[in-house]
């Protein structure tokens, strides 16, 4: 669908058409404003009827200052919970804006590297191992005992079967362990 360009004059009519409704809508607004206002006021604000005499107008007087001091109670209370709502709202801002800065995430890009550099890398100068296991290992001396010489210098395993057949090795077998 192809729309075509609107003229400048056309364009100015609508946009003060647009501006004219806007503005009688302010004003229907404006207008429901105040009836509400007036009418909140005869709901809460009876009116006022002086009494005659001083005592009578002492006692209203009281009570119109205990009403101005609840009213007044009310209001910091509720200042007070405006205030903390919004302490709160700004410190959890400062949180976002704090997690926002912190963690970019940088654009990772593929390297090549070695066992021995990426530890070098990571650990900084902490890094002396190095990646050849075997030179970390200890040096053991092993001791060969006599006893375990006899039992790996077996021999032919043949030859040891054919001494231990028959009664002449069982003898020599029992004779060896005593």
Request: net charge positive; glycine share 6%; with cysteine.
């Amino acid at each position: 669908l192809l729309r075509k360009k609107m003229s400048s004059s056309r364009r100015h009519y609508l946009k003060s058409l647009m501006l004219s409704i806007a503005k009688g809508l302010l004003e229907d607004d404006a207008k429901e404003k105040e009836q509400e206002r007036i009418r909140w006021m005869e709901e809460n604000c009876p009116p006022l009827s002086l009494p005659g005499g001083t005592q009578q107008l002492q006692e209203f007087l009281k009570e119109l200052h205990h009403k101005i001091d609840v009213i007044d109670e009310e209001r910091y209370d509720l200042e007070s919970k405006v205030n903390k709502a919004t302490k709160e709202i700004e410190d959890l801002n400062i949180k976002v804006i704090d997690l926002k800065g912190k963690f970019k995430k940088p654009t990772l890009r593929k390297v090549r590297m070695s066992a021995d550099a990426m530890l070098q890398a990571l650990l900084g100068s902490k890094h002396k191992v190095s990646m050849d296991l075997r030179s970390n290992l200890k040096q053991v001396k092993k001791e060969v005992k006599e006893e375990d010489k006899e039992l790996r210098n077996v021999g032919d395993w043949r030859q040891n079967i054919e001494d231990k057949s028959g009664m002449d090795g069982r003898k020599k077998m029992f004779e060896s362990e005593g």
